[in-house]
């Protein structure tokens, strides 16, 4: 199966500041060219645990008794780690958004220049389909999806438009959609498709939901000293990040003391987010809108009421 090479991926490695022996997570194994470098640098005694819900991506998994794999969305990362015997890791990467080889699948549904049925699940055993998204969802969801998921500017007349032709007939196939969202485009048609399918794949794996658990999760899962790797593909990706490592909060709001003293979950690595080189992004176009973000923990616990 045919995947990229990952995005800055000598950035991450070096943000991740390996140890030999130490205890390390990839929470989106996909391809496995991140995992095999961190791999690279481990001892024999070093562990990697890798997260994949797509059953697409076991097909890449290297022969290597330091690799433990959980196939499962990574908003399980403290459940597969306690079933692994592991309490706290050396540091977490998390390359978060749709894969290359997703998006190049024709047959999965998540991009608009192939025509199959609108599936865009990642786990293709689980959960509502694209289609029945747009065959079920209310007008007013509709919009907050396309409006903030997909940043579309006509997201309502886009949600009503989808709402009369349903109606009438059914949205199942990726041309069925093109067709209602081609005549109501904005700026460059493929863009405005780009956007539409974006927010809809968001919605369908619950992509900000399932950040928000795993986020929830980094501060007490990594010791003191470990580094968390971000990165992110969306603002509201990247925003979210920027919380955690902020406050350890997703909403950043930050965590006092009974005296006022502000609690401090990570020391920030990267003042601003890391962004891939122009020779990157002309070899590889997805790198474009990658933001990456790492933070490093600090030996702190949010304050308890007495």
Do not use: W
């Not at 609108?118 to 509502?128: E, I, S, Y």
């Amino acid at each position: 199966m045919s995947y990229h090479d990952p995005v800055m991926a000598r950035e991450c490695l070096e943000y991740l500041q390996i140890q030999p022996d130490g205890t390390y997570v990839d929470l989106t194994f996909g391809g496995g060219g991140h995992s095999r470098l961190i791999l690279e640098q481990l001892g024999g005694n070093g562990r990697l645990v890798a997260f994949d819900q797509d059953a697409d991506a076991q097909a890449n998994l290297p022969e290597d008794e330091r690799l433990l794999f959980a196939p499962a969305n990574f908003r399980f990362l403290k459940r597969y780690l306690r079933l692994f015997g592991i309490r706290k890791v050396d540091g977490i990467l998390a390359d978060l958004g749709v894969s290359s080889h997703q998006l190049d699948v024709p047959e999965r549904g998540f991009s608009f220049r192939f025509e199959a049925d609108l599936d865009m699940r990642m786990n293709q055993k689980d959960g509502p389909t694209a289609a029945e998204i747009l065959a079920h969802t209310p007008v007013d969801e509709l919009q907050y999806v396309f409006g903030t998921f997909g940043e579309v500017r006509n997201a309502r007349t886009l949600a009503r438009r989808i709402a009369e032709v349903r109606e009438q007939e059914p949205i199942e196939r990726v041309g069925d959609l093109v067709s209602i969202c081609e005549p109501l485009s904005f700026g460059k048609p493929n863009r405005y498709l780009a956007q539409v399918f974006q927010a809809l794949r968001i919605a369908v794996n619950d992509e900000m939901g399932v950040l928000e658990d795993m986020l929830t999760q980094v501060t007490e899962v990594l010791k003191p000293g470990g580094r968390f790797v971000a990165m992110s593909y969306h603002s509201l990706e990247d925003r979210m990040v920027k919380n955690v490592l902020k406050s350890g909060q997703v909403s950043g709001e930050a965590i006092k003391d009974f005296y006022g003293r502000i609690y401090r979950p990570f020391r920030i690595i990267t003042k601003k987010p890391v962004e891939a080189s122009a020779a990157e992004v002309a070899e590889n176009p997805r790198a474009r809108s990658a933001k990456l973000r790492v933070g490093e923990r600090l030996d702190s616990q949010p304050p308890t009421e007495n």
